[in-house]
């Protein structure tokens, strides 16, 4: 077999300092750890944008997320991606992704794939705590409590009194369920990996590209019992689990009240990185056993990472491109190339599809706006020092045009500093500006005064200059228009009571 099977994994929400090869103290992921012994593990790997509608047009297309406009979701129809690319090269081509709706065929992820399954038929109803944080029931209790609602800001103090109230009435009369898989939103790893090693046994000789987005981590944190278990810690009830996923996401408290759990709803969501490692260790050990992994080409990475309250926040939500959010693992392992340290300067994610396609000796398209570091990685040299990110802030809810039109939010990241710009939505001017000195602070908790590193702040700003002028001067109109139009035909068929799904 000449040419090389390549897989690519990415999984939601798992950020880079919550994995054991890039120095997480806790075991998340053992099997993983020991594959990056003979693998390139990149330290400074940056999406191109958070969260997930705003980081995979990059990672599959290599191409920036608002390159097309602030209006457009997805990839184009006739848009060139690694699965198009490497379908054309000869490859059979498969996709198994855990019901995210923001990667599904809607968006035009389905093409260059012979397979996509997005498992979104199988996508469970709203969670008991979904309702009763919105308050949708038609009990007495949730017909008082709306009531109670309009008048909350006359109680005063009481109003905070109440809130607690109910919410734990709401914990205890909600019924329980009896394990954490009936919890579960998403189909979990083992799922999405019993598929691909069903399809992997049908493909023959032929070289393969597949690709599965893994959704453990991903709230709600509903870990399975037995990835609990392997990280040490004590079993977790499907009622204290369901609690603290319930408290986590209420909108009535502050930072500091939601820390006095965070400890509990971390390791939930450690759990669910050390289900993804398991079934890692359970793909390759199918891929050995057959002719295909001397051969394959393996990259594992996110989409973006997760908040746990390092800036106040929860999740991840399109707002500040902090590095919670932006750092995400990279792990890529190529047959018969020497592993060499690699730099520490930033590589954007944008990089990584022409990357692959270098290193399985595939044409890159001219098309992709990254291009190949192959040569960098085995040479062990520096690469071009700066990644940059972007999203429109507050677009929680893309599915609803009107939500992607609000304010640009762009990130200029070197090795060191790091430039965080917010524009006004109406003329693209910067509202604000934030510069970070990461090697001095790291956690990125105190910008630099606006008169500190003139310099530093000059040169990154021309960058992020330059970014936007070829957004707007490389736009392609015949791929904005025909995504557009896409989206408009799914619209009008679809009925007007149809609610959008909402996960990121």
């Known amino acids: 077999m000449n040419q090389k099977p390549i897989v690519l994994v990415t999984v939601d929400c798992l950020r880079a300092d919550h994995v054991g090869f890039m120095g997480y103290d806790r075991p998340t992921t053992p099997f993983l750890d020991s594959l990056a012994r003979e693998s390139f593990v990149v330290p400074s790997a940056i999406v191109a944008g958070a ?16 390159a097309l406009g602030r209006d457009v979701l997805g990839l184009g129809p006739d848009e060139p991606t690694l699965a198009s690319v490497l379908k054309q090269a000869g490859y059979s081509t498969a996709s198994f992704g855990a019901a995210n709706p923001y990667i599904s065929a809607r968006f035009g992820y389905e093409h260059g794939f012979d397979t996509f399954r997005d498992f979104l038929e199988d996508e469970p109803a709203p969670l008991p705590e979904e309702k009763v944080n919105g308050a949708t ?45 009936a919890l579960r939103r998403f189909p979990a790893a083992d799922v999405i990996v019993d598929h691909a090693c069903t399809w992997l046994a049908s493909v023959g000789d032929a070289p393969f590209f597949l690709w599965l987005h893994l959704m453990d981590p991903h709230a709600p944190y509903y870990p399975k019992e037995a990835a609990l278990k392997l990280m040490g810690q004590a079993p977790v009830s499907p009622y204290r689990a369901r609690y603290l996923n319930s408290y986590w996401n209420r909108s009535d408290l502050g930072p ?17 990185v050390r289900w993804v490692d398991v079934q890692m260790s359970r793909l390759i050990e ?34 500040r491109l902090m ?16 592993k060499k340290d690699v730099t520490k300067s930033p590589f954007s994610i944008l990089h990584l599809a022409p990357t692959l396609l270098d290193s399985a000796e595939v044409p890159v398209p001219t098309g992709f706006e990254g291009h190949s570091y192959w040569d960098r990685l085995q040479q062990g040299a520096s690469f071009d020092g700066v990644a940059i990110s972007e999203c429109v802030a507050g677009c929680t809810n893309p599915f609803r045009p009107e939500n992607r039109m609000g304010p640009r939010v762009l990130s200029v990241r070197e090795a060191r500093y790091k430039l965080v710009l917010h524009f006004d939505p109406a003329e693209e001017k910067v509202a604000g500006e934030n510069l970070y000195d990461l090697d001095a602070d790291p956690d990125e908790q105190s910008p630099l005064a606006p008169a500190a590193q003139k310099t530093v702040r000059r040169r990154l700003l021309e960058i992020a200059r330059d970014h936007l002028r070829r957004s707007r001067e490389q736009r392609d109109p015949r791929t ?12 009008w068929k679809k009925p007007a009571d149809q609610a959008s799904p909402v996960a990121s």
């Open 51 to 66: 969260p997930t509608y705003y980081s995979f047009p990059a990672i599959l297309a290599s191409r920036y997320p608002l």
């Open 286 to 319: 199918t891929l050995r056993g057959s002719s295909w992994w001397d051969n394959c080409i393996f990259a594992f990475t996110a989409d973006h990472g997760e908040e746990f309250l390092e800036h106040g926040g929860r999740y991840h939500p399109p707002s």
């Open 323 to 338: 590095e919670e959010l932006i750092h995400v693992p990279l792990l890529l392992r190529v047959p018969g190339s020497t």
């Open 256 to 272: 500091r009240r939601f820390a006095h759990h965070r400890d509990e709803v971390v390791a939930l969501y450690d759990a669910g």
């Open 137 to 181: 029931g038609t009990s007495w209790a949730s017909r008082l409590n709306r009531r109670l609602q309009k008048i909350r800001p006359a109680l005063g103090p009481l109003g905070s009194v109440y809130d607690e109230l109910y919410f734990e009435y709401c914990q205890r009369v909600t019924p329980v369920a009896d394990s954490l898989d």
């Open 480 to 491: 904005r228009v025909q995504t557009r139009l896409r989206e408009l035909q799914l619209e």
